[in-house]
């Protein structure tokens, strides 16, 4: 890299102290203005690009993430799932006969907005009920300007805030408690109306004594650091907890159950969202065992879980199939015919959302999955791969670059991502109309990645995403000349607003991004590895590069957005 191989001269050496943190690195704005200056010597591409302030750069990117969270806010949800016509109430397909005959419980982010619509549409109908949602999410919200989001004075609802860091604590618990009081004591006569979001899990804790909350608490981290993933995590959360995998759902019978479900799970997966706790639950707790097994967790799991999981699995193994729930149970709910479980969201939702308005924004746009995973630095070396493949496409002549290797390189390295054929052939054929119309390109993606958290820093998946995403891009530019005719910038972020333990919904990565680092003194691959992405983030050029909305009060998992855009159109 041209550009930064002359600044490893041009910065002087006391001001690269590799490790030191950003907060204290006393010259960094004169050192931002020496970048400048420098620039204007620098070859032309890169010139434009450093010169522009990167908070301006980005715009498009935020507007773009923003428009999907917008997309998915909860009252248009459920406006669009209840319908009330003569005192009856339709949903998913059901029709229900209201006569102030209506409770209303729920726990996850999302739950205060979708209550409030909820109260709009039913008001005199509903009795009473609870709300557990995140510790201080009222204040917050109301802080960012978005009352509309929480309930109303004359709510008949009320509302219990804990979780805090996303862990069950003793607050959330006093809820799960509360709930678990209100619903075991609906007769017939009653709807239950159940709203669930992304972070039900953490706020509607119970679990099966004799396993503690601490100790719930405590295996709860342990998975999270050690790469579980959702469905392993929740897979265990039902096995030793009381409300969840159906259990609240069984508690509330006789009442008529109807959920209403904000995914934030890849494929909308009912049997894991806030680990269904209205679903009827046909895993095995040996599952469980073998999560632990194959985490190589076993000796950190707590005494009183595992000894839990072996009596009921002990037991589980006398039950008849569970695959076949009316075959051996004849207790009233064993078909869970009380129930109706709706979807109302999602992330597909959001993903086109953001697609469409990057279309408004002047580029040609696709969604190519709405369900990625896997580990986070891993999927922002794909994006570097996908960036690789648009920039080959805008240059591509099948006459010049006969067999192109390249281009089946590529192509194989996206589908061991699981990206269909169709996927790969819409891109390509997204950025041949690109080149010919001289647009940008933007590549939308949502889904939930995890990180095996092995350093002491801060940081989250999005941000870890973004990071490896500028490591990645950095040493692909040095590789590939070609790459560098093309201003390419990514967001990784949560709609949720909150990437792992930060106040951070996540963050933005571009092709000046390692030369800024390398500017302040610092070693991207430093902070990747010591899992440090937010302490880099949020001290770097001001926060430019760090994306933050608040809590935005609803939860459809994570949404990318990668802009490819030719810098000069006659140099390609
Ligand atoms: N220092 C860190 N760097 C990167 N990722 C981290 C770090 N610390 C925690 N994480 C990751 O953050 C994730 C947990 O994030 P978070 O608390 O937002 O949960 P969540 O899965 O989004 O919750 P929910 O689905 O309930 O909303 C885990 O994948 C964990 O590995
Ligand atoms: O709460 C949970 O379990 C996660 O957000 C997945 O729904």
Same mark, same amino acid.
Request: glycine fraction near 8%.
């Given at each position: 890299?041209?550009?930064?191989h002359?600044?490893?001269?041009?910065?002087? +050496?006391?001001?690269?102290?590799?490790?030191?943190?950003?907060?204290?690195?006393?010259?960094?704005?004169?050192?931002?203005?020496?970048l400048?200056?420098?620039?204007?010597?620098?070859?032309p591409?890169?010139?434009?690009?450093?010169?522009?302030?990167?908070s #301006?750069?980005?715009?498009?990117?935020?507007?773009?993430?923003?428009?999907?969270?917008?997309?998915?806010?909860?009252?248009?949800?459920?406006?669009?799932?209840?319908?009330?016509?003569?005192?009856?109430?339709?949903?998913?397909?059901r029709?229900?006969?209201?006569?102030?005959n209506v +409770?209303?419980?729920?726990?996850?982010?999302?739950?205060?907005?979708m209550?409030?619509?909820?109260?709009?549409?039913?008001?005199?109908?509903?009795?009473?009920?609870i709300i557990?949602?995140?510790?201080?999410?009222?204040t917050?919200?109301?802080?960012?300007?978005?009352?509309?989001?929480?309930?109303?004075?004359n709510?008949?609802?009320?509302?219990?805030?804990?979780?805090?860091?996303?862990?069950?604590?003793?607050?959330?618990?006093?809820?799960?408690? =509360?709930?678990k009081?209100?619903?075991?004591?609906?007769t017939?006569?009653?709807?239950?109306?159940?709203?669930?979001?992304?972070?039900?899990s953490a706020?509607?804790?119970?679990?099966?004594?004799p396993i503690?909350?601490?100790?719930?608490?405590?295996?709860?981290?342990?998975?999270?650091?050690?790469?579980?993933t959702i469905?392993?995590?929740?897979?265990?959360?039902?096995h030793?907890?009381?409300?969840?995998?159906?259990?609240?759902?069984?508690? =509330?019978?006789?009442?008529?159950v109807?959920?209403l479900?904000l995914?934030?799970?890849?494929?909308?997966?009912?049997?894991?969202?806030?680990s269904?706790?209205?679903?009827?639950?046909?895993?095995?707790?040996?599952?469980?065992?073998?999560?632990f097994?194959?985490?190589?967790?076993?000796?950190?799991v707590?005494?009183?879980?595992?000894?839990?999981?072996?009596?009921?699995?002990?037991?589980?193994?006398?039950?008849?199939?569970?695959?076949?729930?009316? =075959?051996?149970?004849?207790?009233?709910?064993?078909?869970?015919?009380h129930v109706?479980?709706?979807?109302?969201?999602?992330?597909s939702?959001?993903?086109?959302?953001?697609?469409?308005?990057?279309?408004?924004l002047?580029?040609l746009?696709?969604?190519?999955?709405?369900?990625?995973?896997?580990?986070?630095?891993?999927?922002?070396?794909?994006?570097?791969?996908?960036?690789?493949?648009?920039?080959?496409?805008?240059?591509?002549?099948?006459?010049?670059?006969?067999g192109?290797?390249?281009?089946?390189?590529?192509?194989?390295?996206?589908?061991?991502?699981?990206?269909?054929?169709?996927?790969l052939? #819409?891109?390509n054929?997204?950025?041949?109309?690109?080149?010919?119309?001289?647009?940008?390109v933007?590549?939308?993606?949502?889904g939930?990645?995890?990180?095996?958290?092995?350093g002491q820093?801060?940081?989250?998946?999005?941000?870890?995403?973004?990071?490896?995403?500028g490591?990645?891009?950095?040493?692909?530019?040095?590789?590939?000349?070609?790459?560098?005719?093309?201003?390419?910038?990514?967001?990784?972020?949560?709609? #949720?607003?909150?990437?792992?333990?930060?106040d951070?919904?996540?963050?933005?990565?571009?092709?000046?991004?390692?030369?800024?680092?390398?500017?302040?003194?610092?070693?991207?691959?430093?902070?990747?590895?010591?899992?440090?992405?937010?302490?880099?983030?949020s001290?770097?050029?001001?926060?430019?590069?760090i994306?933050?909305?608040?809590?935005?009060?609803?939860?459809v998992? #994570?949404?990318?957005?990668?802009?490819?855009?030719?810098?000069?159109?006659d140099?390609l």
């Amino acid at each position: 890299m041209w550009i930064r191989h002359s600044l490893r001269f041009a910065i002087p +050496y006391s001001t690269r102290s590799w490790s030191r943190p950003l907060k204290n690195l006393k010259s960094r704005h004169k050192l931002h203005s020496a970048l400048r200056e420098y620039s204007v010597t620098t070859q032309p591409g890169a010139v434009d690009s450093l010169s522009v302030m990167s908070s #301006d750069r980005h715009q498009d990117l935020r507007d773009i993430f923003n428009t999907a969270i917008s997309s998915v806010l909860p009252a248009k949800m459920i406006t669009r799932a209840l319908t009330v016509k003569d005192n009856t109430l339709h949903v998913g397909g059901r029709e229900y006969e209201l006569d102030n005959n209506v +409770y209303v419980v729920g726990f996850g982010k999302a739950v205060a907005g979708m209550a409030r619509a909820v109260e709009d549409q039913l008001h005199h109908h509903i009795i009473d009920g609870i709300i557990s949602v995140p510790h201080r999410l009222g204040t917050t919200l109301r802080e960012l300007g978005k009352g509309d989001l929480w309930l109303k004075e004359n709510t008949k609802l009320k509302v219990m805030e804990g979780a805090k860091g996303n862990l069950p604590d003793v607050d959330s618990e006093r809820a799960a408690h =509360a709930i678990k009081k209100l619903v075991t004591s609906l007769t017939d006569r009653h709807i239950l109306i159940v709203l669930i979001s992304g972070g039900g899990s953490a706020l509607l804790p119970l679990p099966c004594p004799p396993i503690t909350l601490e100790e719930e608490a405590a295996l709860t981290k342990t998975l999270s650091q050690n790469g579980a993933t959702i469905n392993d995590m929740n897979t265990i959360r039902k096995h030793i907890e009381e409300l969840k995998g159906g259990g609240l759902a069984k508690a =509330a019978f006789p009442a008529q159950v109807i959920s209403l479900i904000l995914s934030d799970v890849v494929d909308d997966k009912m049997d894991i969202i806030a680990s269904a706790p209205t679903v009827f639950d046909i895993s095995s707790p040996q599952m469980c065992i073998d999560i632990f097994k194959e985490l190589k967790i076993q000796k950190q799991v707590p005494a009183s879980v595992n000894e839990f999981l072996f009596k009921k699995s002990v037991e589980f193994a006398k039950m008849p199939s569970l695959k076949k729930p009316e =075959a051996g149970y004849s207790t009233p709910w064993s078909k869970f015919q009380h129930v109706k479980n709706v979807i109302v969201g999602n992330n597909s939702m959001a993903t086109k959302a953001a697609r469409d308005r990057a279309e408004e924004l002047g580029l040609l746009s696709i969604v190519v999955s709405a369900s990625l995973e896997g580990e986070a630095r891993n999927v922002g070396e794909l994006f570097v791969d996908i960036a690789k493949y648009i920039a080959f496409m805008y240059n591509y002549k099948p006459s010049r670059d006969g067999g192109s290797v390249t281009l089946v390189q590529l192509e194989l390295k996206l589908a061991q991502f699981g990206f269909e054929k169709k996927v790969l052939n #819409d891109l390509n054929s997204l950025t041949r109309k690109a080149r010919n119309c001289r647009k940008g390109v933007c590549v939308v993606s949502g889904g939930e990645t995890v990180v095996k958290v092995k350093g002491q820093g801060k940081g989250g998946r999005n941000q870890e995403m973004a990071l490896a995403f500028g490591i990645g891009l950095e040493n692909a530019r040095v590789e590939e000349e070609k790459l560098n005719r093309f201003s390419i910038e990514f967001l990784s972020g949560g709609t #949720d607003g909150q990437d792992g333990p930060t106040d951070a919904a996540g963050a933005i990565a571009d092709d000046n991004l390692i030369q800024k680092c390398t500017l302040e003194g610092v070693e991207a691959e430093t902070f990747l590895e010591n899992n440090d992405s937010y302490t880099l983030f949020s001290d770097l050029d001001d926060g430019a590069y760090i994306v933050k909305t608040g809590l935005t009060g609803t939860n459809v998992m #994570d949404i990318q957005a990668l802009i490819v855009r030719p810098r000069n159109l006659d140099d390609l």
